[in-house]
């Protein structure tokens, strides 16, 4: 354990990169003011997710299927706005202490849930 007591060393992949960047294209097709806004809460975002996942890494269930079966997923945000709440996936390597951060998608889907 380090002297600021974080176990895992969090890396944001250029997967996870690439997803920020369609929704701050989502985001800049709604005017100057809302991408602003966007990019005022971008920052703040990551620096959360960071500390949250090297300090709890298994915070997030495990996704049992569809297309990240294997990782884990939490969810970033309490708006009751669907599009301003995240679905975050990534994978825990324990033996390393390390956790890649894949994949950010809005939670909002038209998509009935399985069960």
């Given at each position: 354990m380090t002297e600021d007591n974080r176990e895992f060393s969090v890396h944001f992949t250029e997967e996870f990169?690439?997803?920020l960047d369609q929704i701050q294209a989502f985001f800049s097709g709604q005017g100057e003011d809302v991408l602003e806004w966007w990019f005022s809460k971008e920052d703040n975002m990551i620096d959360e997710i960071d500390r949250l996942l090297s300090s709890f890494p298994y915070a997030g269930k495990m996704v049992e299927q569809g297309p990240f079966k294997g990782f884990r997923c939490l969810t970033y945000g309490k708006s009751?706005?669907?599009?301003?709440?995240?679905?975050?996936f990534y994978t825990v390597y324990e033996?390393?202490?390390e956790i890649d951060v894949i994949n950010i998608l809005p939670a909002r889907s038209k998509r009935k849930r399985k069960k």
């Open positions: 990169n690439k997803c009751r706005h669907r599009m301003l709440n995240y679905l975050i033996s390393d202490c």
